[in-house]
């Protein structure tokens, strides 16, 4: 074996980091054909029967890592924290996939950006996490950046962007249960529950607006649960090779991806408040992952 040699160790780490912001840029890639395939189908189905579909496919291309495993491989003691991290995630992505029909994609993306600062300051309230000033610095320059986003008082809140803004809070909560859920549960055991809970619950609303998919319909659906599950096993990987401060800033192509998609397939575009508002969003969040990895090389007590 090899010795272990600073050289060694720094080229360790700069691939990581690559790795890890080619994990992440493939998250966002894969998020913006999830949504852009849904923005496309929902002139023809009803919101409920794609999330249904999105879903299930996901479990479809699940269903190989489950074989490898067995039913011992997604034994667990937290039923009822999965059943609310499902429930959670399934609100933020009825959300998501309703605003897409009031506002442009690029809005959505750049919106949910405040997911993590959110995240942030739910741990320090519901998990008991350490109240860094940071933390609220971050969460205040973040929310200053939605303001401008969605301009309330200067411009009426339209239904896309109260439908956005209620899936971030989703999608914080989603991610209070996942930071829980990661003290004793393996990564992937927390998808696997992820997508029963999805694809069992999502089935009940779909049934009541039912309509059959035609076979281009069908091809694009089983390509969106694709994007869907590439969404979510990129951003883990990302984040498992590389600090928060590496990947984080990929999360941003988000943005210009989802305002690239949106204005080639449906010729909407995010005005400049969108853009000022994403990027005001995008530096509160690097801010705040550099001081928790600083802190965290320091020795400060963190979260895990």
Same mark, same amino acid.
């Given at each position: 074996m090899s010795a272990v040699t600073p050289t060694n160790l720094q080229k360790f780490r700069q691939s990581g980091a690559v790795r890890g912001a080619s994990w992440m840029m493939l998250s966002a890639f894969g998020w913006t054909i999830m949504i852009s395939l849904a923005r496309g189908l929902q002139d023809e189905i009803h919101t409920f029967e794609i999330v249904f579909f999105r879903s299930a496919f996901a479990l479809v291309f699940f269903l190989p890592w489950f074989w490898g495993k067995g039913f011992s491989g997604v034994r667990t003691q937290r039923i009822g924290m999965h059943m609310a991290r499902g429930l959670a995630g399934l609100a933020a992505i009825y959300l998501l996939f309703g605003a897409l029909l009031f506002i442009p994609m690029g809005d959505v993306a750049a919106i949910t950006f405040t997911r993590p600062l959110l995240a942030s300051v739910g741990a320090v309230i519901f998990l008991h996490e350490v109240a860094r000033g940071h933390r609220w610095i971050a969460t205040g320059i973040g929310m200053i950046g939605a303001f401008i986003i969605v301009r309330p008082g200067i411009s009426p809140l339209s239904p896309g962007q109260i439908m956005a803004l209620a899936c971030?809070?989703?999608?914080?909560?989603?991610? %209070?249960?996942?930071?829980?859920?990661?003290? !004793?549960?393996? $990564?992937?055991?927390?998808?696997?529950?992820?997508?029963?809970?999805?694809? !069992? %619950?999502? %089935?009940? $609303?779909?049934?009541?607006?039912?309509?059959? $998919? !035609? %076979?281009?319909q069908f091809a694009r659906l089983v390509s969106l649960g694709l994007a869907g599950m590439l969404t979510q096993r990129a951003m883990t990987r990302a984040y498992t090779v590389a600090d928060a401060t590496i990947v984080l800033p990929f999360e941003y192509t988000r943005l210009p991806f989802a305002a690239l998609m949106g204005l080639v397939l449906f010729g909407e575009f995010p005005d400049q408040f969108v853009w000022l508002g994403g990027t005001v969003i995008f530096v509160a969040t690097i801010y705040m992952a550099h001081r928790e990895t600083r802190d965290l090389r320091a020795g400060k007590e963190v979260s895990p």
């Open positions: 971030v809070v989703a999608m914080a909560v989603s991610s %209070l249960t996942v930071k829980s859920l990661a003290r !004793t549960e393996h $990564p992937d055991v927390t998808v696997m529950y992820q997508i029963i809970v999805f694809t !069992t %619950l999502s %089935l009940i $609303p779909a049934l009541f607006v039912w309509t059959m $998919p !035609t %076979l281009e």
